[in-house]
Every structure is written in C-alpha cells, then in structure tokens.
C-alpha cells in the first residue's frame, strides 16, 4: 500500500505525530499492532515529574525543569527534540483534547500531585476533569473508596500509605469500602466490566446512595478507581459528584486502563472520521533501505508481509509490549533495522530486584541523531526519512522521571515536522 | 551459573508466540464482543491462554463456556503480544466435541455447503419453508435454529453453473474482454455464499475483473470450511482445506486467488496454514486478495479503470471483524471514495453481532442481538441508503438488526461500471 507518511504505533506520540501532520494538510496512514499503548498506561501527560532517577523531591513547573534539563544534558531526548516541539506540540494537544469533547485540566507552568492507587504522590501536568480535585496541593480530607471484590484498588492500602506522606492531621485520610449491585464476590471483573455499568444511570444512582450513607461530615472530597464510565467520562463523573455530595476524583488502576481506553478511542475516532487511515492488527517490522533511504516497511497481515511504501515513516512505538523493541535472552534488537540496541551477558542485569527502583531496561531503546533519526553507533542515521518518537528513544526512563507524556509530545511533534521536510 | 544456564538458550527471538506470550494485560477481554453482552462469559483471556496452560492431551476436555465464544477473532486483533487465543479455544472446543460428540444443529450448521446444495436444488420449497412460521418453530424445536432468525434465500442457478454458461472470459489464456490489455489472470474464490444464495455478487465480481482486462478463472472449490471450524468440527474443515489447497496449489503461477467473502478469504490466506496446519496451504495463502484489496492493489498500480459513473448515494460502511484480522486496513472504503459522487461514512460500532452460524443458534440468538444492538442503533441514527459491509452474515444481520438495506461494496462499484 502507498502512502504520504506512514506513523507505527497507537500511544501518545502517534496520535500527536498523526494530529500534526494532518493539521499540516499531510496524509498520513497509522498503523499499529494490537491494543493502543495508552491501555497500558496511567494515559495523564507527565511531563517532567523528577528530574532525574535519584530525585526524591517532585518538580513543580514542568517547563522550567524540562529547560535545566536540557541545559544539564544535551543528548536527552528533550533537548533533540527542543522546548519549542514540547510548547507547540502541548498547545496542539491540548487544542485537539478540547476538539473531541475532552475536559482536561493544567499547563506546561505547574505540575498536579496526584495520589497513585497505593497511595503515593505522583506529579502529572495535563489531567482529565475527572482526576484533577484529587490534588495534594489541596488541603481538603481524603476518602478512598474501593468496592467489594474489586482488588484492584485497595482503598486501606491507600489510605494508609498516603496518610504517612501527605497526612493533613487526624482522620484527614480513611478508607470505605461498599458493595456493588450485580457484582457479588463469585464474578470475575475488571476495571472495565465496572467502567460499563457506570454508565449505566441508575447503578451509578445506587452507589452514589450507599457512598453517600458512609461519609458522613462535609468538606470531604472521594477518591475512587478510574471506573466512572468507558466514554462519556465528565458527564458520568460530575453527574455522579452530585449525587454523592462531595468532589469526587479518579485515581487509574491496573491494566487495562480505563484512562487509557477513554482517551485512545475517542481520539481515534475524532481522526479516523477527519479521514486518516488507520491500519491495526497488523505488526511492522522490516525497513528496506536503499541509498540512504528506508523504500518501505512490512506489515505482517494475514496470509504474506504487506509493504507500506511511504515517503516517510515516523516510528512511533513505546517498548517491547508493543512491538518497538525485541528481547531475547541476551540481547534486545529493533525489529526494522536489526540493530543490537542493548547486550546483557547476564539477563538478570537488565533488572533492579527491586519493583519500585528505576528499571535498567527501561532506557532501551534507538539511539537517535539530532533529527530523530535512528542511528548506528557511528551517529550516522540508518535512513534520512525515518524518524523515531516516545518511549522507544534511547538514553531515558520514562517511567522513573515520569516524562512518558511530554517526551511523547515534544518528540512525536518534532518527529512528524521532521518527516514532512524529508 | 545463572550465565551458563540461560547461555544454553538460543538468542533468537520467539516469532510464533506461544501460550507464554500472554502477559495477562487483559487487553483481550476489553474488547471480546460476547464479554461485553454477558457476563456469564469469562472472557478470551481466561479460556485461551490462561486455560490453556492446564490443558493436556491426555485428559478429557473441559469445554465449559467455550461455545460462547463467537469466533470473531476481535481477541487476536487486539493482542499486543499475537497470542493465538482463537486457536487455543477452538482447538479445546474441538477436542471436547470429538470426546462428547456434537449436537445434530451444530453438524449441519458445519455442513453448510451440503446444506446450502440441497437449499438451491429445492430453492422454490426451501425459501418458502425458511419463511413458514410452522416450519420455523419445528426447526427451533428439532434444530436449535432460532425462529426469529431470517434465513438466506436459495436460489436455482449456481453460480458455478451461471459461469460456465455465461462467462466470457476464455478461462485461463488469452486477454479479458476489457479496454486494458493487461496480462493479469485471477481465480475467484466465490464461496457457498456466492454460489448458493447471492449470485449476482459474483457476476459483478466477474464483470469488474473483466472490465479492467483481467481473465477470470473459476476453478473447482470445496467450502472453506470456517462453517465447520466455528461448529466443533476441524478435521471436516481440513478435509475441505486440504481439497482446496491441492486445487489452488495446482493453478499456473502468477494466478492470483480472489475472494470476496472476508471469512473465506481469511480461511484461506491464514486459517489453513496456521490453525489447520495444512501442508501447501502458506502457498496459497501468500497468493490470496480480498477482492477490494486486489482492486486497490491495481489502482496503486496505475491499472484500475476509472471511468465511472457518478453514484449519487449516502453510504455507511460496516468494517466484518475479520476483515481486522486481515491486517490490511479498509481498502473497500479507499475504493469507493474514488467514485463521484459517493458520500461514505464508517459506522464505527463494533462487532455486528451475528458471526456466521453463531447468531442463527436458538440459545444464541438473543446475546447476537445484543451484540450487535450499538450497531442497529448507530445505523438508524445515521440514515443511510445502505449498509456496506465485505461480510455477507454481517449484512444478513444488519438488514435484521437495523432494518437498512445493505450490500457488498463491489455492488457499488459495479454501479458506477454500468453493471449494476
């Protein structure tokens, strides 16, 4: 199949990058395998939440680090991609939010401090409506509320993490628990059985009802699991705040992210009926270079390799889940140019033991040239029309810095500017 | 230790994924359509891979709740890691029907093609007995087959028969009859459907190929057998794969197989090989189109004919499901957009609810209705002249469910050729 430009991947630097270049009168077509990467995700915009893997004091304007960022380290992939692609990319992303009929909340100036569902504190800049009255900056009392047989999201655990880090005095966090009708203790559910029957009026009515027979003093505001509907998110969330009585916020829970599924099909959709094309099911692998130039990818589709014959491709992917990197025993390789892009003589090195410390393999990814393309170890780029974006640049952690989003932003921006001179 | 241990393994990347592959994201169960509709349904995840791992050849097959399952392959589509979580469950499904036996409905719902023969040579009488509501309520009663269901009209001529009556084309030499002298041959894969219930299809399907200079050849086909694959019953699917790969394993090469049922063309370029593990079968595959993406393939090409004929007419386009397991995005719309005077839209509502025999099963029927209710719903918003969709139990169940009228995109196409 022929195409303008072609975008790999589903999470956030592929929507910006697709967003871009169609806001440019471009024709690109995006392509991805499997479920968006943004299921898999928090799917907030963290732009810079700490400045690097041993700060234990949050950043509190996200701009203004990102800028010392990229004065301390001029090969990070913010200072290649520029301050410039993350203010502009921001601003088109925020306009394209409020385009699809998103209510989203925050600025490139200040970070949000938002409980996570252990309860620490986690900095985020772009949030949905839904999450934003969940603010630490903010001093009003706390109720976690989790639901009988959801483990998901433990509310005591919450609770009793939160209370040790932000505590505002006595009983300023608690925990509840109630039931739901339809969900006894014998059914198997996820966040998104739950996120279903929350859009449903009257179930919403009936919990709002039995949350509201649990939290007796006002001024309280309730925190619950991401579950207030699979699509109509601020409708359901304000509607069921009034009817609890109290400011109610979400807090993102395991996979599969409500957040997440919220945010991608809605976008897609918005895209996809602006006329871009779009491509799933169907993994790319394989770059055809010649003369400097990448000819065409592969799709794998059912029955042979489909080619994509574009101009340009942006490389859009996050990581090994959906199909950015390839990890063997020993060694991880990208799956366009085979290039060994990390080696482990003991597998275990790839790893901290530890859940909760920075990941080694983490920071794999393609090293880039100052263009965004993927490079040898030369520097030297592997193809002058191939651009790589979000989570799949080399040289930082996008989960211990919490910079996933803005990373995405600014390099999905620059990426599809890139792609459109090529 | 740990070095030399993990140093006896290969370092080359696992590409069929095996059931290990599964992280448990979950990622199946968000979009299963019957999860969606029930939650007596436990999902894809939990009855592919995760069941799978406790699965032995030795011991008897649990089958519970597998028959929910739709066959829709949503599931595989949506897998970030390309478990084969289909595979698992209709190959369990499979094994429990051969220890148990299966149910006189779902053996005749697998021997579609017997089925559909003896409805064309009776076509007068079966029609009329299909739309009987006596007739109806002892099929609900002796077959399972739900009495609210609409069955699909028989008709007399086949079209194999109409082919070889009709047909222009000098059957495997020679140029086509169009204006372009191309040296393009193609064997149509025309499917039960085609054959038995919508001729006229595959006379546009014809007409088209001719009218861009490409002969058609029919050769002798089998059904593809997702009937009987859907229905418990694989080793009557690969007796009908292996007939059909030896047939179309035995055209002259540079023939290209065409199909424009998505099921069968999927069957063919994908199901074969990997579920049915036919030998020949990855040859076939790698020669098979749907037929909107052998058009498009042709336009890209600089050889499709242009020269329409304005349809002035607001269209909705149903994406089958699996078409998305065909991997190659949605050429029917790229296609028609082409056409002045086309106005096409996407219905974006997911799974129609029906897959094949699955919403014809009295204890089914009412779960495909609602599956498919999102879709009804969208359909009657939008108002349409038509439905599109590749599918052809996709739009049996959209003119059920939504009252529209519906038909393949290539009727549309064949319209502004002058072949409507």
Same mark, same amino acid.
């Given at each position: ?422 | ?286 020669? #098979?189109?749907?037929? @909107? $993406?052998?058009?498009? &393939?042709?336009? /890209?090409? =600089? ?6 004929? !304005? ?75 038509? #439905?599109?969709?590749? @599918? $052809?139990?996709?739009? &049996?169940?959209? /003119?059920? =469910? ?6 393949? !995109? ?11």
């Amino acid at each position: 199949m022929k195409a303008d430009i072609a975008v790999v991947g589903s999470g956030l630097a592929a929507l910006v990058a697709t967003r871009t270049l169609q806001q440019a009168g471009r024709n690109p077509v995006l392509i991805w395998p499997g479920l968006s990467s943004l299921y898999f995700t928090y799917a907030t915009v963290d732009v810079l939440g700490y400045s690097d893997l041993t700060a234990t004091q949050p950043v509190e304007q996200p701009e203004a680090g990102v800028a010392q960022l990229i004065a301390d380290h001029p090969d990070h992939p913010y200072a290649v991609a520029g301050l410039d692609a993350l203010r502009s990319g921001t601003t088109l992303l925020i306009e394209w939010l409020r385009a699809a009929g998103f209510s989203w909340q925050g600025s490139l100036a200040h970070n949000l401090l938002l409980p996570t569902a252990i309860g620490t504190p986690k900095p985020s800049c772009l949030v949905p409506d839904s999450m934003a009255p969940g603010d630490l900056r903010r001093d009003e009392p706390i109720v976690f509320c989790g639901f009988h047989g959801y483990e998901d999201f433990v509310p005591e655990l919450a609770a009793s993490n939160l209370s040790r880090s932000w505590g505002r005095g006595e009983g300023s966090v608690r925990a509840i628990r109630v039931s739901l009708p339809g969900f006894d203790a014998s059914r198997l559910f996820t966040s998104i059985d739950l996120a279903r029957s929350f859009e449903d009026k009257a179930f919403r009515q009936e919990v709002a009802s039995r949350i509201r027979r649990e939290i007796s003093v006002d001024g309280h505001r309730l925190g619950v699991p991401a579950v207030l509907g699979l699509t109509h998110d601020s409708d359901i969330h304000s509607s069921f705040a009034t009817q609890v009585g109290h400011p109610v916020f979400e807090i993102p829970t395991l996979p599969p992210s409500v957040l997440g599924l919220r945010l991608f099909d809605r976008l897609r959709k918005h895209i996809q009926e602006s006329g871009v094309e779009m491509i799933w099911a169907a993994p790319a692998h394989e770059a055809e270079v010649s003369d400097g130039r990448c000819r065409r990818i592969f799709l794998k589709s059912a029955g042979r390799e489909q080619p994509i014959d574009a101009r340009a491709y942006v490389l859009a992917l996050e990581d090994t889940v959906d199909g950015a990197l390839r990890a063997g025993v020993h060694t991880v390789v990208d799956p366009f140019f085979h290039q060994s892009l990390a080696h482990h003589a003991v597998p275990t090195e790839r790893t901290d033991e530890s859940l909760f410390k920075p990941q080694p393999f983490a920071s794999i990814g393609y090293p880039v040239t100052d263009r965004l393309q993927p490079s040898d170890d030369a520097g030297r780029p592997l193809a002058g029309n191939v651009f790589v974006a979000g989570g799949a640049i080399a040289g930082y952690d996008p989960v211990g810095t919490k910079s996933r989003g803005g990373l995405a932003i600014a390099t999905g921006y620059r990426a599809a500017k890139e792609a459109m001179a090529a | 230790m740990i070095t030399e241990e993990i140093g006896t393994f290969s370092d080359t990347v696992e590409e069929a994924a095996p059931v290990e592959a599964c992280t448990k994201c979950t990622a199946c169960n968000t979009v299963c359509p019957v999860a969606r509709s029930t939650e007596i349904f436990r999902g894809p995840k939990f009855l592919g891979p995760e069941s799978e791992r406790y699965r032995s050849q030795p011991e008897a097959a649990v089958t519970a709740g597998l028959d929910l399952c739709s066959g829709c392959k949503l599931c595989e589509v949506t897998c970030p890691s390309q478990v084969t979580i289909q595979e698992y469950i209709r190959r369990a499904q499979n094994k429990g029907a051969e220890e148990k036996g299966r149910t006189l409905r779902d053996w005749v719902l697998g021997h579609t093609r017997l089925l559909s023969r003896f409805g064309s040579m009776t076509a007068p009488l079966a029609n009329f007995g299909n739309r009987n509501p006596l007739v109806r309520l002892v099929m609900e009663r002796v077959l399972g087959i739900h009495h609210k269901r609409p069955l699909p009209r028989y008709q007399w001529l086949t079209f194999e028969r109409w082919f070889k009556r009709n047909s222009l084309s000098p059957r495997g030499g020679g140029s086509g009859r169009g204006g372009l002298a191309t040296h393009r041959t193609v064997a149509y894969f025309y499917g039960c459907w085609v054959n038995y219930n919508e001729r006229r299809l595959g006379e546009q399907v014809v007409a088209i190929l001719e009218r861009n200079g490409i002969d058609v050849i029919v050769p002798k086909q089998q059904c593809c057998g997702i009937p009987a694959v859907v229905n418990a019953n694989m080793d009557l699917a690969r007796k009908y794969g292996v007939e059909n790969v030896r047939r179309l394993n035995g055209l002259p090469p540079g023939v290209d197989i065409i199909a424009s049922s998505t099921s069968c063309g999927l069957m063919l370029k994908h199901d074969y090989s990997h579920l049915l593990d036919i030998p020949g079968a990855e040859q076939v595959g790698a020669r #098979v189109y749907d037929i @909107c $993406e052998y058009l498009w &393939m042709l336009h /890209e090409a =600089g050889e499709l004919n242009l020269d329409f004929q !304005p349809v002035t007419t607001r269209l909705l386009y149903h994406a089958p499901c699996h078409l998305k397991s065909h991997g190659i995005g949605y050429p029917a719309m790229r296609l028609l957009r082409l056409i002045p005077g086309v106005q096409l839209e996407e219905v974006d509502e997911g799974c129609c609810g029906i897959s094949g025999t699955f919403g014809v099963k009295v204890e089914k029927y009412d779960l495909s209705m609602k599956i498919g209710s999102r879709l009804f719903a969208a359909v009657k918003a939008a108002g349409s002249d038509a #439905v599109l969709a590749d @599918c $052809e139990t996709c739009r &049996m169940q959209v /003119e059920h =469910g939504a009252g529209a009228h519906s038909a393949h !995109p290539i009727d549309i196409l064949a319209r502004a050729y002058g072949h409507g």
